[in-house]
């Protein structure tokens, strides 16, 4: 099984956390409003994969299944792949053609999943 300090994700996901405390982070939760679940595996898609819930009502990060209902919309990435959408190497919409990307739930709400929700990040 894979532990979790294995993903390049758990760095981006800390730094989400400490975003949504920040000014822009508090905008963001403002504007967008949903819970996203992000299901990441280190290698292929379904297989030990981590999962993390992004909950812009709350602005909270958490590592789990999301336990208030579903999610607005569920996300599933390599690490790497998730890795190159967060930080703007990837077009979500590209990622999703291309099967690097598999989303379940509302097509609108996943619409609102770009780049700019995370933080630019440091250098990692």
């Not at 894979?2 to 405390?21: F, I, R, Y």
């Not at 919309?73 to 590209?94: E, R, W």
């Amino acid at each position: 099984m894979a532990k979790s300090s294995e993903l390049k994700s758990d760095a981006l996901m800390d730094q989400m956390k400490n975003h949504l405390t920040s000014d822009a982070g508090k905008k963001l939760i403002e504007k967008i409003g949903l819970v996203y679940q992000f299901n990441i595996a280190p290698k292929k898609l379904g297989f030990e994969e981590v999962v993390y819930v992004v909950d812009l009502k709350k602005g909270e990060v958490s590592k789990g299944p999301y336990e208030g209902g579903k999610p607005d919309a569920t996300f599933s990435f390599k690490d790497d792949d998730f890795v190159k959408v967060a930080t703007g190497k990837m077009n979500p919409q590209i990622a999703f053609m291309r099967g690097a990307m598999k989303i379940k739930g509302s097509i609108s709400a996943a619409q609102k999943f770009t780049p700019d929700i995370f933080p630019k990040p440091a250098k990692m």
